[in-house]
């Protein structure tokens, strides 16, 4: 059973001209069977002739060059025309002349360079051989060759819809592509930005405080060693974010929730910024990506703390509900901006993001009273 179920898988991947060969041979099978000999397109009443050598050679002119219809649709409609030709002006009128369309279907499908020319060389052979008609008395009134000629431009005009419409969805596909990349590159400067800048501030304000206590080895100790386990969390996160970006390993898939606060403070206050913290409630069971949308806003608010607000006291408050998770970081002004590396902008529009992704509500600003405040609701449950 699983061989049978690999046959169609087989034979999309043989050649194209091998998957066309059984259409043109069948027709070739077809017009030599006796039933069906002198049953094909016929135009006028010119007598049908014996199926002798020069039929079958005229039969094989008008059916093998189908094998390429797709590899080489212009090479294929040519001979096709001039087997057709040559079956109606020799009264062998078989069954072969079907090709005909199947070929011109099969040029206005997927005959790249020169498709005016060819069009245009096709509807003028046709006149010629109209005439030679004539002449050999095929009678066949002009009102049917002009329906006939119609029907032919309508299977070129079939093959040129197929085109387009293969086209517009290869261009629809290369649009889906574009944007995938394009949120996926956002999705990871969001993820380098949200894992980075946090860790290489506290390195930094931790770095820039220990320049002021050489008259102190015990606590310039402590910090340098503040410094060390910053800097190796921050190897770690990177580490961990690679493994999830790379499609080729096998990871638990583990990410940062809210239930990682309590370390994510403590790393804060290790860095000189005095952090009180209060968790209400207890985390849902399913929460999905709202524990990880949580813990990057308050990732980001601790940063822009230690950023803009170095040494103010600031208070974390997360409150988890049946069906949300609701936090606040504020600060209250008296700090003091480091000399970290500036904002880009694009942390609390991140979160604006993610947030608004799970239909949430996030507000980031000034308080009246100065400092500055951080408020994000976002909906439990959604998946992960």
């Known amino acids: 059973m699983t061989d049978l179920r690999r046959i169609p898988d087989l034979w999309r991947r043989c050649d194209v001209t091998l998957r066309d060969f059984p259409l043109a041979l069948l027709l070739v099978v077809a017009s030599l069977l006796p039933e069906f000999q002198g049953n094909g397109t016929q135009i006028g009443v ?28 212009g090479a294929c409609v040519v001979l096709v025309s001039l087997g057709f030709s040559l079956d109606q002006l020799l009264g062998v009128h078989a069954v072969a002349g079907t090709a005909l369309p199947i070929a011109l279907i099969s040029a206005g499908a997927h005959l790249e360079r020169h498709r005016r020319v060819t069009a245009i060389l096709l509807s003028i052979v046709y006149v010629p051989l109209v005439v030679a008609l004539d002449q050999l008395g095929s009678g066949e009134p002009l009102a049917d060759l002009v329906v006939l000629y119609v029907v032919l431009v309508l299977a070129w005009g079939i093959g040129s819809w197929l085109r387009s419409t293969r086209a517009a969805e290869a261009e629809r596909r290369r649009h889906v592509a574009a944007a995938t990349r394009a949120a996926e590159r956002t999705r990871i400067a969001r993820e380098l930005h949200d894992v980075v800048t946090h860790h290489v501030t506290a390195m930094v304000v931790q770095a820039e405080a220990a320049r002021y206590l050489t008259a102190a080895p015990e606590r310039l100790d402590s910090t340098l060693n503040a410094v060390t386990d910053t800097g190796r969390r921050a190897i770690a996160d990177l580490r961990h974010l690679l493994d999830l970006l790379n499609p080729d390993h096998d990871t638990d898939g583990r990410t940062p929730s809210a239930g990682d606060l309590h370390s994510l403070v403590e790393q804060t206050r290790q860095a000189g910024q005095p952090v009180d913290f209060a968790e209400e409630g207890t985390p849902p069971e399913s ?34 509900a049946e069906k949300e998770i609701s936090v606040e970081i504020s600060t209250d002004g008296s700090g003091s901006r480091t000399r970290s590396p500036g904002g880009s902008g694009r942390g609390l529009a991140g979160l604006r993001d993610r947030v608004d992704a799970l239909g949430g509500e996030f507000s980031a600003g000034p308080r009246s009273d100065g400092g500055f405040v951080v408020r994000a609701r976002v909906p439990a449950g959604s998946p992960s």
């Open 46 to 73: 010119l007598p049908t002739r014996p199926y002798d050598a020069l039929a079958v050679l005229v039969i094989a002119l008008e059916c093998l060059p189908l094998t390429v219809r797709r590899r080489w649709p």
């Open 287 to 320: 929460a999905g990506s709202a524990e990880f949308v949580a813990y990057r806003v308050v990732q980001e608010a601790l940063t822009n703390a230690l950023k803009y607000a170095h040494g103010s006291r600031t208070e974390v408050r997360v409150r988890h």
